[in-house]
Nanobody
Framework: QVQLVESGGGLVQAGGSLRLSCAAS????????MGWYRQAPGKQRELVAT???????NYADSVKGRCTISRDNAKNTVYLQMNSLKPEDTAVYYC????????????WGQGTQVTVSS
């Protein structure tokens, strides 16, 4: 089995920063893309950022210039550095990974709450 465990969420004032981490563990042959999604109350889950196994990144327009996604392949871990946080960034943030076991499956973390106060 595979588990994705997130950490780093919390309460921060507008303009502050947070760094989210997500570590994958279990029966893993390799990890393809990893990413972060978020879901605010009453809204659909949306993409925040993704990163491929070779480091190619993609960001939602709403976070470009404020967030940086990175990964440590040796640790099977993906990070999301969030700066200049806004109240509209408040959401539950979910880690996502495409993991080869060797069949490729999509996995989600349990989510971590990020709350930005004005």
């Amino acid at each position: 089995q595979v588990q994705l465990v997130e950490s780093g969420g919390g309460l921060v004032q507008a303009g502050g920063s947070l760094r989210l981490s997500c570590a994958a563990s279990g029966s893993i042959f390799s990890i393809n893309a990893m990413g972060w999604y978020r879901q605010a109350p009453g809204k659909q889950r949306e993409l925040v950022a993704t990163i491929t196994s070779v480091g190619r990144t993609n960001y939602a327009d709403s976070v470009k210039g404020r967030c940086t996604i990175s990964r440590d392949n040796a640790k099977n871990t993906v990070y999301l550095q969030m700066n200049s946080l806004k109240p509209e960034d408040t959401a539950v943030y979910y880690c996502h990974a495409l993991i080869r076991q060797p069949a490729v499956g999509a996995y989600w973390g349990q989510g971590t709450q990020v709350t930005v106060s004005s």
